[in-house]
């Protein structure tokens, strides 16, 4: 199996695209630590333990890293390694607020959720992965890193900061064995949005939005997972430092 008995961490899983992953990786082989700040559905928990033997979840607030460091303690005490961290936890807090609008609070809390929280899991991670040996980090960025999404200022902001942080790794950890790598999707199909929005709003923006992109749609959840598998896999023991987009061909 392409991650069998490799023991990995996945953030962010209360969300779609985490707990996409997570099952991906459970199905897989994968030796499995989820978190959250908040407590998964109960569904999500249950389509995990399914389909993997050892799986445990932590509750984390990744923005705090106090918390962050006993996370780890308990991965090494229970496992005695990580080889792959996958960073998903983060959000758009704020998303359409003007320019001039942009507070400290706001700036801060997108740079805490989307930055801090991959900075904290990625040191973590490097001390054991370099005392191992060796291991495979992806992060999650976003199609937005580049600057090109109106009116998501700080959020823009922060991705482009887990973009530069993951190249900038890559680089640094090569020496150790270590690869880190990133995603970037585009518009992805996932209930924070779609809950969020009144009835029919959804069907309209997916509509446009997927219409200016080749393939013509926007994208699963399970598509992020799957390109997630592939680099932290050992199919992928040559890439490093790259940033996938998943975006169905589209360039905002």
């Not at 109960?42 to 984390?60: G, K, P, R, Y």
């Not at 779609?194 to 699963?220: A, F, H, I």
Request: hydrophobic residues 40%.
């Amino acid at each position: 199996m392409r991650v069998a008995d490799k023991v990995t961490l996945v953030t962010g899983v209360a969300g779609d695209i985490g707990a996409a992953t997570a099952l991906r990786f459970a199905e897989a082989g994968a030796r499995l630590i989820t978190t959250d700040i908040k407590t998964p559905p109960a569904e999500v928990t249950q389509a995990i333990d399914n389909a993997c033997s050892d799986h445990l979840f932590i509750s984390c607030d990744l923005t705090d890293a106090d918390q962050v460091g006993h996370l780890f303690a308990e991965i090494s005490k229970r496992f005695g390694r990580i080889d792959i961290l996958v960073n998903i936890a983060g959000g758009d807090l704020g998303m359409d607020t003007d320019f001039e609008d942009i507070d400290a609070d706001n700036l801060q809390r997108n740079l805490d959720v989307n930055l801090k929280t991959t900075v904290y899991c990625c040191q973590e991670a490097v001390k054991l992965m370099k005392e191992q040996g060796g291991g495979s980090i992806v992060n999650m960025t976003s199609m937005t890193h580049r600057g090109s999404s109106a009116n998501q200022f700080a959020y823009s902001a922060s991705k482009g900061g887990v973009y530069a942080l993951t190249r900038t790794l890559a680089m640094t950890l090569g020496q150790h064995g270590i690869r880190v790598n990133a995603v970037a999707p585009g518009m992805i199909e996932v209930g924070t949005i779609v809950n969020n929005l009144p009835d029919g709003v959804w069907e309209q923006v997916s509509k446009m939005v997927g219409g200016t992109y080749p393939l013509g749609r926007v994208g699963q959840p399970i598509e992020v997972a799957n390109c997630m598998l592939f680099l932290a896999s050992d199919e992928a023991s040559f890439v490093t430092g790259e940033v996938m987009e998943i975006s169905g061909g589209g360039r905002l």
